[in-house]
Structures are given as structure tokens and as C-alpha cells.
């Protein structure tokens, strides 16, 4: 744990202005198990800006409720608590801001009745919200609260309403803590938001989950789900200026809201959906020993799937940064592989927001090429499939080639008392296998 933490302050070191990117991991109540909580968690905690505690919504007359089937008010506060801990235990200048998710896919109605105009009086229920909102942020110790009404309707809730909400929410809680918004990017809400008293932080564009914007002619409507050129038409569409050349008119409707670059955030989703029908998610971690073209495409149980892997990953960290953006949210943490394997999403996002590259034999991600690598080579060497630690050099096997891989960072990093005297040569069937598969060495594919 101190190694790993002491290569994180070297990357700081390394390209602090880089930080200016947030990376916002979203937590949902149901993947915090035991195991999770103790072993993966506070490793990726040290990788975020901040984390978003999914769980709680808004209730009609404006109270906070845990969302239906996710547990008592009381055991959220507890899951929140935890989290909390974990980030003070962290040291001073790695730890990530705490922010509640309020609402999600389904929570419309609640949202539609706290902003509506009753007896004259507009958004009438949304100060006892807003003060609710701050009650919850002083009793957890959060910092910011994001509103995920995903898609008010046209007209007066995008234009008045659901910004009158978000204000009221800023006014009550402050300019020390942070009010977000979250909406699907075709549900273009008024640009006011932003701006003037009371602007709210930052608009979470959700530019993932998208399923019919697919590229199998024989199913039009599932597939890949967050595609670069989504990604841009979207952020294109809020920061470009009214009346701007609409590229897809049938998805975006009016294009051009003039939102600054800097209040956006987008989606980078670490879940699949299948090209094919039937549309089924799977984890990443499923995926791991399946075949694939690239690290994007998939065959799993006889469908073929995409998954933003580790070079879109890094790609969409390069786009924000490119276009100047706040944030990238990513849905959702507990999917994702443990930090401390090289094909984690979180990791290369993380490296690539620091300006930096896998550190060829480093596998188990700590930016150091030691014993412990090739302890991990030599205890998983014969292993096949996507996404194994100690898979150097991308062939989709644990195999020699990368025993050479490893064995050349070591000692191009100044690692040769590493390498003398805490390393044993290969045993004679490691040594056995090196030479079958030397001719190959020739040719492997690197790590990206």
C-alpha cells in the first residue's frame, strides 16, 4: 500500500497541471461489499477527483428517500459514512471530494412534482428540497450533490423549471460546495444554469448507455454505446452556438446551447452492451477470457459485445482535455478491474490524465518494475485470454515474450540489483518454453 501510494505522489509530481481533469467515479449501494470495500476501493479513491455515492432520491413532496429496494435511509448513511472514512484515512492532497447522487433512470415523476407550479406559486417545492439537500450535506460531511433528473421534458422544465431547482439547491448549500446536474445530452436544459447568481458547478453529460447508435446494419438499434464521435457531437451540440450547423438534427434537435466547455463533464462507461440482440451488459471482469479483435470488440457467450477498453479509456481522457472540459463521469467503479492490474479502465484513465504510459512490465501497476512483476509473470505464465496482468506485450498470453518485456524495463529502469539478486533466471520449464516461443518474440504486439 505505501508503494502504491508513494507512485501516485510521483505521478502528481510528475504533471500536476494534468489534475485540472476530474475523473468522477460514481458508487452505487449494491457493489459495496465487504471484499470491495476493504481491498479495492481505497485504491481507486486515490485515482479520483471525486466519488458519487448512488442510492438516495428525491421523494414528490421534496423529502430524501433511499431509492426503492435499495435498503433503509439508515444503512445508506452508514455506506456513506464508510466511504467517508476511507477518503480522511488518505493522505492530505489525494483525497477526492464526496458528492451524493440524487435520482437516476426512473425518477422523473418525483423531480416533475417538486419543480411544478401549485397554486401561482413556480417550483414550489423546490426550497424544502434544496434545504433537504443541504441537511443531507451537513449530516454526511459531503461536499456536493449531484441532481440526476435525466430527462425532464421540453419546454418549460428544461427552460425554467428544472434550473430554477438546481439555483435554489446552490443558494442553500453554498459556494463551498458543489451542485451538479446530470441529463442524458439530448435533453439540452437552459444555458442559464451556468451563469449569474447562483450558477450551479458543472452538467454531467451521461454519453454512454447509448445502444441504438449502433454499427450492425442488421440491428440498427443496439451496439456500441458510447463512440468517440458521440461523445463529440454531444459536447458540440451544448458549447457551440445557436444556429450552428446541426450534424445529427434527429438526435440533438436545436444545436448550439453555448455552455462554457469548463462546467461539462462526459460519460465514460465501464460496462458492455452486445452488438447483437439480445442487448445483455456484461462486466468487464466477464470478458476477460474471451476472444477479441481489439481490446473494444468481444465474443462472449456466443455474442459479440463492446466495451470501452483500456485505449478508449484513455482516449476519452484525451478528448476532455483536448476540448478543455470539467470532468468525466465514469458508471461505474465496482465494475472495473482492481487498479493494480495494468488493463484496469480506472488506471489508464488515471495514467492518461497524469500525461503518462503504461510502464512496459509493470504488472501489477504500480509504475515500478520489480520482483513483484515477475513473481505475477511466472505465477500466471501459460495463462491465455484479455486482460491478464502479466499480458505484456497484448498477445492474449502469459508467455515468455513477456519475461523479455520485463526483463528489458527492469534493467532499462536501473533495476539490475532487482534483477541479480532477487530474481531467479527461469526455471527449465520456463527456460523450455522461451525457446519455443522465441521466434515469435519477433513479432508480438505492443501493449497498445
Known sequence: MCRFFAALLVCCSLAPSALALDLIGYLPYYRMGASYNQNTLPKQLGMLGEVRYFGLTAASDGSIVPLSGSGTMQSHLNNIALIQQKIDAMPAGQRPRLDITLGGAGEDASFTNIASTKNGVSCSLCTT??????????????????????????????ATTYPDMLKRIKAQVGTDRRVYATVDPTVIISNTVVSGTNAIDGISLMTYDLGWWGNDPSNPYQGEHSLPEYVTNSVDAWTEAPGSHNDRPWVFGSWGNNVPAEKLGVGLPFYSHTVTSPDVTNLYSDLLG???????????QGRSVWLPGPYLSEQRVNFAESRSLQHIIIWELGQDLPTNNPFSLLYRAYTASLGLSVVPGDYDADRYVDATDYAIWRSTFGQTGFGRAADGNGSQAVDAGDYVLWRHS???SGSSAVIDNAVPEPSGFFFGAFLVLLPSLQRHRTLR
Open 290 to 300: 474471451s476472444s477479441t479483435t481489439d481490446t473494444n470488440y468481444f465474443t462472449y
Open 410 to 412: 527492469a534493467a532499462g
Open 129 to 158: 428540497f434544496a434545504q433537504n439537500v443541504k441537511s443531507l450535506l451537513d449530516l454526511t460531511g459531503a461536499t456536493s450533490v449531484d441532481i440526476d433528473w435525466e430527462h425532464p421534458d421540453a419546454g418549460v422544465e428544461r
